[in-house]
C-alpha cells in the first residue's frame, strides 16, 4: 500500500514546480529570509495560475515544503523515493531555483535557473532597484514565460483586457515566440491553445481573416483540438457561411470537448456553446426546429447559460410564442449575473446572429 501511495506521489508531483530561493544574510536580515522570498514566489505564481482558463495550472510550492506522502518517504528513509521513480517513469520534474545577490548599483539581482519542456535549460537574470518584493514578482513573471509560456501570455492577455486595453502586442510577442520553436509532442496541446489565443486577439481586433487563420492552424497538428474548430465555426457563422460551420460543428457532437486536465464544471461553457452554435447555424438555414432542438439542447447541458436561453428566446419571438419567449428571456437575465467568461472560447466573448451581413457584437463580459 506504501508503494502504491508512494509511486501516485511520484505522478502527481511530476505536475508540481518547486522553488528553491537562496537568500543572503544581508537580505534576509531585512524580513526577506528564504521562506518568505520562497514564498512571494510562489504567491505570484498563484496569482498568474487564477486566470480564467480552460486548462488546469501547474502546482507551486516551495521545495523545502514536503508533500503528506513525502513525509512517510521521509519516515521510512525513503527521500529519494519519489525522485527515483520519476526518473523511472520518465517524468519530468520541475524545479526552480533562484539567489538574490545583494550590492550592486542598481539594487540587488535575482539569478534563476531551471528547466521547461517548452524552453528547455534557461536562465534568468533581472536588477530592480525597486525593492526585494517587486524583484521576487517580476522574477516570477519571467520564470512563468518560460516554464508555461500559454499561461503567462493568458495572464498578460487577462491585464490588458481588465484594463480596457486593446493593445495585445506583448500576448502576440510571446506567442509567436513560442510558436516559432521546433514542434515538439510535449508541448501539442499548448500550442494550440496559443494559436486558438492568437486568433480571439484577432477577433478583439475585428479582423476575422487573421481569426479564421489562427483557429485552422490551432487543429492543424492537432487535430483532436476541439475547441480551435468550435471558434473556427463562429467566424464561419459571423460569415454567413453558416453550412460550413455545421459540417465543423456536426462531429464534435459525438466527442468530448473536455480539456486536458480541466475541472469537471468548465465543460458545461463548451457543450452549450457547441449547441448554440449549431442552433445559430441552423435557423441562419432557415430550419427553425432544428435550431429550437439545438437551444434546448444547450440549455440541457449548460442551464446556468445566458447565451442558449436568450438565443432560445428570441427564436421563439421570431415563432410567435411570446410568453415562452419572455420566460426564457427572463430565465437569461438572471443567468447572467453569474456569467463566466474564459479567454480560449470566441462565443463567451460575442453573439452570434442567423441574420447576413451582421457586424461583430460584444456580449456582456467579466473586464
Not at 523515493?81 to 538574490?100: H, N, P
Not at 545583494?102 to 536562465?123: K, T
Not at 510558436?179 to 496559443?194: C, D
Not at 481569426?211 to 497538428?221: T, V
Request: charge should be neutral; proline fraction near 4%; glycine fraction near 6%.
Amino acid at each position: 500500500m506504501v508503494f502504491g501511495l508512494l509511486t501516485a506521489d511520484a505522478v502527481v508531483s511530476a505536475d508540481t514546480v518547486s522553488v528553491n530561493m537562496s537568500v543572503p544574510a544581508s537580505v534576509a536580515s531585512t524580513g526577506f529570509t528564504q521562506d518568505v522570498a520562497e514564498r512571494i514566489f510562489t504567491h505570484e505564481f498563484e496569482r498568474m495560475n487564477q486566470t480564467r482558463s480552460l486548462l488546469k495550472p501547474p502546482v507551486m510550492r516551495s521545495a523545502r515544503e514536503p508533500t503528506i506522502i513525502g513525509v512517510i518517504a521521509n519516515s521510512l528513509r525513503l527521500n529519494d523515493f519519489t525522485s527515483a521513480l520519476q526518473d523511472l517513469l520518465g517524468l519530468e520534474r520541475m524545479r526552480v531555483t533562484g539567489a538574490i545577490v545583494a550590492g550592486g548599483p542598481d539594487g540587488n539581482r535575482l539569478l534563476i535557473n531551471s528547466a521547461s519542456a517548452s524552453s528547455g535549460a534557461f536562465s534568468v537574470e533581472l536588477t530592480d532597484n525597486g525593492g526585494t518584493e517587486r524583484l521576487l514578482r517580476r522574477g516570477a513573471l519571467a520564470t512563468m514565460e518560460q516554464v508555461q509560456p500559454y499561461r503567462a501570455a493568458l495572464f498578460h492577455f487577462d491585464q490588458v483586457m481588465r484594463a480596457g486595453g486593446r493593445d495585445f502586442s506583448t500576448v502576440q510577442a510571446m506567442a509567436e515566440r513560442e510558436l516559432a520553436r521546433p514542434r515538439r509532442a510535449e508541448v501539442l496541446t499548448e500550442r494550440s491553445y496559443m494559436e486558438n489565443l492568437l486568433g480571439i486577439t484577432a477577433l478583439l481586433r475585428n479582423d476575422l481573416d487573421e481569426a479564421e487563420r489562427r483557429f485552422r492552424r490551432s487543429f492543424n497538428w492537432n487535430t483532436t483540438f476541439a475547441i480551435g474548430k468550435l471558434n473556427l465555426a463562429f467566424v464561419l457563422i459571423q460569415r454567413d457561411r453558416y453550412q460550413e460551420a455545421l459540417d465543423v460543428l456536426n462531429p464534435l457532437v459525438a466527442l468530448s470537448l473536455e480539456p486536458r486536465f480541466a475541472p469537471v464544471q468548465r465543460f458545461g461553457p463548451l457543450r452549450e456553446s457547441l449547441h448554440s452554435s449549431i442552433g445559430v447555424a441552423r435557423w441562419g438555414l432557415g430550419n427553425l426546429d432544428g435550431a429550437e432542438e439545438a437551444f434546448r439542447t444547450a440549455t440541457s447541458e449548460y442551464p446556468d447559460s445566458e447565451a442558449a436561453y436568450t438565443y432560445l428566446s428570441r427564436l421563439l419571438l421570431e415563432r410567435g410564442r411570446t410568453a415562452e419567449a419572455a420566460e426564457k428571456a427572463a430565465i437569461a437575465r438572471a443567468n447572467a449575473l453569474t456569467f463566466e467568461n474564459y479567454p480560449e472560447v470566441a462565443t463567451l466573448y460575442f453573439w452570434m446572429t442567423p441574420r447576413d451581413n451582421q457586424p461583430l457584437v460584444r456580449r456582456f463580459a467579466l473586464y
